[in-house]
């Protein structure tokens, strides 16, 4: 991984297909792209086999615009449906058994700190609801336990889409699923209050509704997590199929979702929050 | 026979607009064409969600994009 490893041997232009070549000409590695350029440059996520209106893919195709260094990030994914996108880009991925991911993340990223010292090597777990709040319940808390740095996004639909409607602990209270036929008998999880006990430095809840924000979310978590320690996004990204919601709906079901019970919501701690004043005001005096 | 999404191009091109390229799932298919700003459709990739046209016609009030009915092969 790194920008070396990414660019093309001369002379072998023509014989890369060309989904690479214009990954590496007009794609984000080696500078950061504003999200809203979104359709205008090459983006690193490739065609995918996820639902069609499917807004997990949605926040994938925004996550990985958003990636502060592409080319060094490790992308750690595990059974569900969005390890059907992530392993479908140009990021390294890696699919940890399913509930493993925190574990798996862990060691990785302390290896990556011991094998490259003076770089900055990015660890991103993206997983279900299930993946991380059911099965992997115990790995996720430990990684958050012992402060590790790396970020984990929960990409929530409320249930096990990638087999056929199971509930999750992040279904909500009373929903009747195909494999939850007498309704969900308790409260929804909540993994946010969960993930600020166990000592994540940065954790945000967000619906994508606005590309912008989601762009903004990823980044800070990305970069609050070398710094400082565990970072978490909880982000409400629907099934339509397993929620019956007509594709063209799920964005205003989205926006629903958000005045509801998926208001944007940021915390972070003291010292993450100084950071970030110091960062994000630091373009503006340079131009001034 | 299929649905893709398809850009009314000179309606589009009225408004120095992007919104529904900002809000389709899929990667590399709602284009934004930066010198005649408009948005175009890269059809084999499309999935015909009909996203795009919630955001154009349900939002924006502009109609500029619709669905469209291909043949394989088209
Ligand atoms: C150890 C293990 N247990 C069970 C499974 C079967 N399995 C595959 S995906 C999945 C549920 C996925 O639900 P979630 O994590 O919420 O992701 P989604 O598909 O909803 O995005 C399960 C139970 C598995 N692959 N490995
Ligand atoms: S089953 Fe649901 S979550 Fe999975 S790809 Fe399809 S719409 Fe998306
Ligand atoms: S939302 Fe409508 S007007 Fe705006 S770019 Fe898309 S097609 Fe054009
Ligand atoms: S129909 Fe869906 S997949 Fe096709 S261009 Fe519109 S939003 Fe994108
Ligand atoms: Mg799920």
């Given at each position: 991984m790194g920008l070396e490893y990414v660019r093309i041997s001369p002379g072998f232009e023509k014989y890369m297909p060309k989904d690479y070549v214009d990954l590496v000409q007009y794609g984000q590695f080696g500078k950061e792209v504003d999200v809203q350029q979104l359709g205008q440059f090459k983006e690193l996520v490739e065609e995918h086999p996820m639902c069609a209106g499917c807004f997990m893919a949605y926040f994938i195709r925004v996550f990985y615009a958003a990636l502060p260094k592409p080319e060094d990030t490790i992308v750690i994914g595990t059974a569900g449906c969005a390890r059907l996108a992530l392993s479908q880009a140009a990021v390294p991925f890696i699919y940890g058994n399913y509930g493993d991911t925190n574990a798996v993340a862990s060691g990785l990223k302390r290896a990556l700190n011991i094998r490259f010292p003076n770089k900055e090597k990015d660890v991103v777990v993206m997983a279900g609801d299930g993946g991380l709040i059911d099965i992997g319940f115990g790995m996720t808390m430990h990684s958050w336990f012992r402060r590790e740095n790396f970020t984990t996004i929960m990409v929530d639909n409320e249930v096990y889409g990638n087999t056929g409607g199971q509930e999750s602990?992040?279904?909500?209270?009373g929903v009747q699923l195909k494999m939850a036929p007498k309704g969900k008998q308790f409260e929804k999880i909540n993994a946010v209050e969960l993930a600020k006990t166990a000592g994540c430095v940065y954790v945000a809840k967000i619906s994508p509704t606005n590309p912008k924000r989601i762009a903004k979310t990823v980044r800070r978590a990305v970069l609050a997590a070398r710094e400082f320690g565990p970072t978490f996004i909880h982000a409400y990204t629907s099934c339509n199929i397993e929620y019956s919601i007509p594709t063209e709906k799920v964005l205003e079901d989205a926006r629903k979702r958000e005045k509801q019970d998926f208001g944007f919501y940021e915390w972070m701690t003291d010292e993450v929050k100084e950071f970030f004043e110091q960062l994000e005001r630091a373009p503006q005096e340079v131009k001034a | 026979m299929y649905y893709v999404a398809e850009v009314n191009e000179a309606d589009c091109a009225k408004y120095n607009c992007k919104q529904c390229v900002l809000f389709c799932?899929?990667?590399?298919?709602?284009m934004y064409h930066d010198k005649n700003h408009v948005a175009w459709v890269n059809f084999p990739r499309c999935?015909?969600?009909a996203i795009c046209v919630y955001v154009c016609s349900?939002?924006?009030?502009?109609?500029?994009i619709q669905m469209v009915m291909v043949k394989a092969g088209d």
């Amino acid at each position: 991984m790194g920008l070396e490893y990414v660019r093309i041997s001369p002379g072998f232009e023509k014989y890369m297909p060309k989904d690479y070549v214009d990954l590496v000409q007009y794609g984000q590695f080696g500078k950061e792209v504003d999200v809203q350029q979104l359709g205008q440059f090459k983006e690193l996520v490739e065609e995918h086999p996820m639902c069609a209106g499917c807004f997990m893919a949605y926040f994938i195709r925004v996550f990985y615009a958003a990636l502060p260094k592409p080319e060094d990030t490790i992308v750690i994914g595990t059974a569900g449906c969005a390890r059907l996108a992530l392993s479908q880009a140009a990021v390294p991925f890696i699919y940890g058994n399913y509930g493993d991911t925190n574990a798996v993340a862990s060691g990785l990223k302390r290896a990556l700190n011991i094998r490259f010292p003076n770089k900055e090597k990015d660890v991103v777990v993206m997983a279900g609801d299930g993946g991380l709040i059911d099965i992997g319940f115990g790995m996720t808390m430990h990684s958050w336990f012992r402060r590790e740095n790396f970020t984990t996004i929960m990409v929530d639909n409320e249930v096990y889409g990638n087999t056929g409607g199971q509930e999750s602990g992040m279904s909500p209270k009373g929903v009747q699923l195909k494999m939850a036929p007498k309704g969900k008998q308790f409260e929804k999880i909540n993994a946010v209050e969960l993930a600020k006990t166990a000592g994540c430095v940065y954790v945000a809840k967000i619906s994508p509704t606005n590309p912008k924000r989601i762009a903004k979310t990823v980044r800070r978590a990305v970069l609050a997590a070398r710094e400082f320690g565990p970072t978490f996004i909880h982000a409400y990204t629907s099934c339509n199929i397993e929620y019956s919601i007509p594709t063209e709906k799920v964005l205003e079901d989205a926006r629903k979702r958000e005045k509801q019970d998926f208001g944007f919501y940021e915390w972070m701690t003291d010292e993450v929050k100084e950071f970030f004043e110091q960062l994000e005001r630091a373009p503006q005096e340079v131009k001034a | 026979m299929y649905y893709v999404a398809e850009v009314n191009e000179a309606d589009c091109a009225k408004y120095n607009c992007k919104q529904c390229v900002l809000f389709c799932p899929e990667p590399n298919t709602l284009m934004y064409h930066d010198k005649n700003h408009v948005a175009w459709v890269n059809f084999p990739r499309c999935k015909g969600c009909a996203i795009c046209v919630y955001v154009c016609s349900d939002l924006l009030k502009r109609n500029c994009i619709q669905m469209v009915m291909v043949k394989a092969g088209d």
